[in-house]
T-cell receptor, first 119, second 110 residues
Framework: GAVVSQHPSWVICKSGTSVKIECRSL??????MFWYRQFPKQSLMLMAT?????????EQGVEKDKFLINHASLTLSTLTVTSAHPEDSSFYIC???????????????FGPGTRLTVT | DAKTTQPTSMDCAEGRAANLPCNHS???????VYWYRQIHSQGPQYIIH???NNETNEMASLIITEDRKSSTLILPHATLRDTAVYYC???????????FGQGTTLQVKP
């Protein structure tokens, strides 16, 4: 199956600093990438949808100025957590899909996740 | 996206079939039923999806009722490595957005 990688796999940063997380599709071109956040013992929460070359669409309640998403190429999307605070500590997961045939998205391929700890 | 309802947890004996139910009574005609699973501290893994017909792949089988209001994921011979949270999602392919519910925690026991 298709492979999606994330870097870094874990990161610790100080409160007030910014952190960038990369999501790459290794063997396919991802027309759409998604970013999720998962707190301990909770389900995944969709944060935003990004299409290559266009602005990301954020879900209700997600601050677009705090979580900057860039999808500059068909194989790379980045999520930057700006001015991070301890409450931003979470497991961040990306996924990627490609549009086939008649514009239908089927499987999404998920990255392994990035664990962010803000101290 | 249609809301789905799953039992919070289930146990299954190793080597036996695991049958995971999902209710999606408000599913729309253009929404597929997707199943993903998440092993602890990893990204979700795609298992299978279907629209109307039953589907089978190397991992599992998906049985969808004729009225499409419910479905069952079947892992034919569960192993300890199948212990995970299983998510049933109803999603329209033109949005691509997967809205995860709480899922079913499947514990496979020796």
């Amino acid at each position: 199956g298709a492979v999606v990688s994330q870097h870094p796999s874990w990161v610790i940063c100080k409160s007030g600093t910014s952190v960038k997380i990369e999501c790459r599709s290794l063997d396919f071109q991802a027309t759409t990438m998604f970013w999720y956040r998962q707190f301990p013992k909770q389900s995944l929460m969709l944060m935003a949808t990004s299409n290559e070359g266009s602005k990301a669409t954020y879900e209700q309640g997600v601050e677009k100025d705090k979580f900057l998403i860039n999808h500059a190429s068909l194989t790379l999307s980045t999520l930057t957590v700006t001015s991070a605070h301890p409450e931003d500590s979470s497991f961040y997961i990306c996924s990627a899909s490609s549009v086939e045939g008649a514009g239908i998205n089927y499987e999404q391929y998920f990255g392994p996740g990035t664990r962010l700890t803000v101290t | 996206d249609a809301k789905t309802t799953q039992p919070t947890s289930m146990d299954c004996a190793e080597g036996r079939a695991a049958n995971l139910p999902c209710n999606h009574s408000t599913i729309s005609g253009n929404e597929y039923v997707y199943w993903y699973r998440q092993i602890h501290s990893q990204g979700p893994q795609y298992i299978i999806h279907g629209l109307k017909n039953n589907e089978t792949n190397e991992m599992a089988s998906l049985i969808i009722t004729e009225d499409r209001k419910s479905s069952t994921l079947i892992l034919p011979h569960a192993t300890l490595r199948d212990t995970a949270v299983y998510y049933c999602i109803a999603e329209a392919t033109n949005t691509g957005k997967l809205i995860f519910g709480q899922g079913t925690t499947l514990q496979v026991k020796p």
